[in-house]
């Protein structure tokens, strides 16, 4: 079974650009999350997707920070402009419908943004 | 609201010693589950083991069981005879009913030779 997709891997940017992360889930998995995890710190969520609607944001910096899930399968995430502080790993998750008993998430390898 | 502590932010341990990570957790909601996740300098977040609120018996998974103190509102994680590939980044993380996962933040194990 093919695990969470994301794509880039890696990428850097001056201040004030715009950058656009993918995500392709697990095959049937209805929960997406995406999580910015700052070096050193635990994995802070910023968005959660339940098939193609918004679950909770209130963590996500509406101002410069957008994300969709058209069709409730894959999702990208976009930040404009980024700033120095948006330096990080973005991880995409997904999941089973939540409440379910033992329903963990599967976390993709995640991309690193630099900022310069 | 959901909170998870974990206030080791290092622990160094000999090799085949046992070790317990210590997580806390807030919740009002009677109903949520408790994962532990390993962080490896790659950088992949691999799910290690999953307690509910509900169960009735601690979690165990090969060299890793749960330590599940209801009352007390701990989850330490419990990894018996550490092995050099345990070194890691160890992620606590509880999910209440099918809102958001929120995660403690780390502890960094490092095990000796």
């Known amino acids: 079974e093919a695990g969470v997709a994301q794509s880039p891997r890696y990428k850097i940017i001056e201040k004030r650009q715009s950058v656009a992360f993918w995500c392709n889930p697990i095959s049937g998995h209805a929960t997406l999350y995406w999580y910015q995890q700052i070096l050193g710190q635990g994995p802070k969520l910023l968005i959660q997707?339940?098939?193609?609607?918004?679950?909770?944001d209130s963590q996500l910096p509406k101002d410069r920070f957008s994300a969709e899930r058209l069709k409730g399968v894959d999702s990208t995430l976009k930040i404009q402009p980024a700033k120095l502080e948006d330096s990080a790993v973005y991880l995409c998750?997904?999941?089973?419908?939540?409440?379910?008993?033992?329903?963990?998430?599967?976390f993709g390898q995640g991309t690193r943004l630099t900022v310069v | 609201a959901q909170k998870i502590t974990q206030t080791q932010p290092g622990m160094f341990v000999q090799e085949k010693e046992a070790v317990t990570l210590d997580c806390t957790y807030d919740?009002?909601?009677?109903?949520?589950?408790l994962f532990w996740y390993k962080q490896p300098s790659s950088g992949e977040m691999i799910f290690l083991i999953y307690?509910?609120?509900?169960?009735?018996q601690n979690a165990t998974e090969g060299r890793y069981s749960l330590n599940f103190q209801k009352a007390r509102k701990s989850a330490n994680l419990v990894i018996s005879a550490s092995q050099l590939g345990d070194s890691a980044m160890y992620f606590c993380?509880?999910?209440?009913?099918?809102?958001?996962?929120?995660f403690g933040q780390g502890t960094r194990l490092t095990i000796n030779p």
């Open positions: 998750a997904s999941s089973l419908v939540p409440g379910q008993g033992n329903t963990e998430a599967f």
């Open positions: 993380a509880m999910r209440q009913g099918a809102q958001k996962l929120v």
């Open positions: 919740t009002s909601d009677p109903s949520y589950g």
């Open positions: 997707f339940q098939n193609n609607g918004v679950v909770d």
């Open positions: 307690q509910g609120s509900y169960d009735q």
